[in-house]
């Protein structure tokens, strides 16, 4: 490897640089190949994958803000861009501004709503119900509903969601009834089945809870995070 750096200054080959900075990133030496990006880039600027790659490392690495940076200039050159917004929307809640991831994803299913999907709408309802605008999240999904799933349902963690606004804005029928819903099948994923349980519960419905609560620690080996133990 320390061959192939010393060619690629020797050299000044964009080509080299960019597969010196793939084996890096492949064999885990991320910083490695951020450095090298960052040298294909001094020479190419317009280098729009190299500056997506650069800054997937630099959340890789921990540094959302250098990735903040190289993801709002790819927005800048890519007006919207699903994956460009959803990855400024996380640097941004990494950032501890969760406002701003808000009005990223707010900005992108007004402005440019062919490249939204539902990843884009779970991220927002996620922040609505954590700055505590249940009323917001609400009309998010059923909205969601109405254009992606023809007023029927949902994933199940967007529908857990919509639960949750529904009870955080007094309909608690109707949050039971969707988590009734969309968490019958037998295999209903733990995660979904507690944050139902909550949801319920936080809502005033304990013996409903419980239910979910007891299907979702069946699933639960022992020894795993948060499972049974003596």
């Known amino acids: 490897m320390n061959y192939l750096m010393i060619a690629a200054h020797m050299a000044s080959d964009d080509?080299?640089?960019?597969?010196?900075?793939?084996?890096?990133?492949?064999?885990?030496?991320?910083?490695?190949?951020?450095?090298?990006?960052?040298?294909?880039?001094?020479?190419?600027?317009?280098?729009?994958?190299?500056?997506?790659?650069?800054?997937?490392?630099?959340a890789q690495v921990g540094e959302p803000r250098q990735a903040l940076r190289g993801?709002?200039?790819l927005a800048r050159a890519r007006p919207g861009d699903g994956g460009v917004a959803k990855w400024v929307a996380r640097t941004q809640h990494a950032l501890r501004d969760p406002g701003a991831a808000a009005a990223t994803l707010e900005a992108l299913l007004r402005d440019h709503a062919a490249s939204?999907?539902?990843?884009?709408?779970?991220?927002?309802?996620?922040?609505?119900?954590?700055a505590g605008d249940a009323a917001a999240a609400r009309d998010l999904v059923a909205s969601a509903r109405a254009r992606?799933?023809?007023?029927?349902?949902?994933?199940?963690?967007?529908?857990?969601?919509?639960?949750?606004?529904?009870?955080?804005?007094?309909?608690?029928?109707g949050a039971e009834a969707l988590l009734d819903a969309c968490l019958a099948t037998a295999d209903?994923?733990?995660?979904?089945l507690e944050a139902g349980a909550d949801v319920l519960a936080d809502a005033g419905r304990p013996g409903a809870a419980a239910a979910f609560y007891v299907r979702a620690a069946?699933?639960?080996?022992?020894?795993?995070?948060?499972?049974?133990?003596?």
């Open 148 to 173: 992606w799933a023809s007023g029927g349902a949902l994933p199940a963690d967007l529908e857990v969601k919509a639960a949750a606004a529904a009870a955080a804005t007094g309909d608690v029928d």
């Open 116 to 130: 939204a999907d539902l990843t884009h709408v779970n991220m927002l309802a996620e922040l609505r119900l954590a």
């Open 15 to 58: 080509g080299r640089w960019r597969r010196l900075a793939k084996l890096s990133a492949d064999h885990g030496m991320l910083r490695q190949a951020i450095y090298c990006l960052t040298k294909l880039l001094a020479r190419a600027r317009g280098d729009l994958d190299a500056q997506w790659d650069r800054a997937v490392l630099y």
């Open 218 to 230: 069946a699933q639960t080996p022992p020894d795993a995070p948060g499972g049974a133990s003596l």
């Open 188 to 192: 209903a994923p733990a995660d979904l």
């Open 71 to 73: 993801f709002q200039r």
